[in-house]
């Protein structure tokens, strides 16, 4: 069984986000949902009702600081709390910023076990928040390729390997090395910001 994972820090995407996930090939199956801010709670009533079993936790987090580096802090902080909440198996975890495509599960699943879409930068970077080594790479059309980390908008991997490369250092955005990861740069999701949605500028 697949286990979904959410982790909110805001409310004003939830509509796009979960609009998208109701529209994909996501099965409705465990989905756990991670409060990491008050006021979010609309989030497990929608996802309840496009048929998610929705496990809902609340962190004690009054929402992410202010400064960049204390909000990489608080990141790692809510990522060492979602540890013990998986299972061992297949895992999809989701930011509630990512714009997910209709064929996201069927594309994973196909680059993986491990494997990761991939969004830009909501700085205007082309990069994707995949690398090879600690290098960013950046958007290219089409295919599929090995990489060695991502971030955690878009991975298709297993609970056993979150919980040993889920959490890492303030200073960086992305898991560490996931042995075995492919990124398929098909699977393009949207970064949902305040101004609309990014996509790569070749989509």
Known sequence: MLTTLIPVTRDWTHTAVVDAIAASDIPRER????????GCEAW??????IGF????????????????LERRRSHAKM????LPLVGDGPLLTLDDDTIVPLDVYAR???????????????????KCGVYRGRTALAYRAGGIEPIDRCGHYCLLTTGAMYRVT?????????????PGLAVDWGCVCGHLTEDGVLWPSTV
């Open 79 to 82: 990522r060492e709390f979602t």
């Open 44 to 49: 497990e009533r929608d996802l309840s009702a």
């Open 108 to 126: 994973l699943s196909a680059a993986g076990p491990h494997a990761t879409g991939v969004q830009v930068s909501r700085w205007g970077s082309p």
């Open 166 to 178: 889920a959490v890492h250092a303030p200073s960086e955005c992305y898991m560490q090395p996931i």
């Open 31 to 38: 989905l756990i949902l991670v409060l990491d801010a008050p």
């Open 53 to 68: 079993d929705v496990e809902t936790h609340r962190t004690e987090s009054d929402g992410p600081p202010s400064e960049r």
